[in-house]
C-alpha cells in the first residue's frame, strides 16, 4: 500500500525508502519487543549497508520509529528541525498513510479485536461498568480514540482518497 500510495504522489518519493521503510516499520516495535531485544539500528544496518548508501539508511532508520501515530503526537514537542522533516518527508508520508489505512476498514477491525485480546482487553464494556470512561478499556473505546479518527490524519492526497473509502466501511461495522 505505501509504494501504491507513493507512486501517486507528486513529486514523487524515493520508493526503495518507501519500500523498505514500510517492510520494516514494525521491526522494534515497542508493542512486541522487550527492553533486551537488539535496536532498530542494529537490526537493519547489517542487512542494509552492504545494499545502500548511509544516509539512506540513516532516513529508514529516521522514519521507522516516526510512523505511527504515538510517535507524532510526540513530534508536537520536539525541535523545530525535527518537526519541520516530519511535515514534509514524503516518504514518512507513504508509509504513515499506509499503516494507518492498515489501521481501518474490516481488516483493522480484526487487528484491533486480536490485539485487544492479546493485551487482555475486553471488547466490550458495559455502560454501568466503572471502567467505561477509562482510555483504552476496551477494543470499542479504542474504536472511538483512535480508528473512527484515522481519515481526519491522512497526509497525501491519495492516502486521504482511500482512508474516505474504508472510514465508510469501520463506520458501518461499527453502527
Not at 29 to 38: A, L, V
Not at 164 to 172: D, I, L, Q, Y
Request: overall charge negative; proline content about 6%.
Amino acid at each position: 500500500m505505501a509504494l501504491t500510495i507513493a507512486k501517486q504522489m507528486n513529486p514523487t518519493p524515493d520508493l526503495l525508502i518507501v519500500e523498505l521503510a514500510a517492510l520494516f516499520h514494525d521491526v522494534a516495535d515497542k508493542k512486541y519487543t522487550k527492553p533486551t531485544d537488539p535496536t532498530l539500528s542494529q537490526t537493519l544496518t547489517p542487512l542494509l549497508s552492504p545494499h545502500l548508501p548511509q544516509y539512506k539508511i540513516d532516513l529508514i532508520l529516521s522514519i521507522i520509529p516516526s510512523v505511527s501515530y504515538t510517535s507524532e503526537l510526540a513530534m508536537t514537542r520536539a525541535t523545530p528541525t525535527q518537526w519541520t522533516w516530519q511535515q514534509t518527508c514524503a516518504e514518512l508520508h507513504a508509509v504513515q498513510d499506509a499503516d494507518r489505512l492498515d489501521a481501518i476498514g474490516a481488516v483493522g477491525v480484526m487487528r484491533c479485536a486480536a490485539y485487544s485480546s492479546h493485551v487482555g482487553r475486553k471488547l466490550l464494556v458495559d455502560d454501568g461498568d466503572e471502567e467505561r470512561g477509562e482510555r483504552g478499556a476496551s477494543a470499542e473505546g479504542h474504536f472511538e480514540e483512535k480508528l473512527l479518527r484515522v481519515r481526519d490524519r491522512m497526509k497525501s492526497g491519495p492516502g486521504r482518497e482511500e482512508a474516505e473509502r474504508r472510514h465508510r466501511t469501520v463506520s458501518g461495522l461499527y453502527a
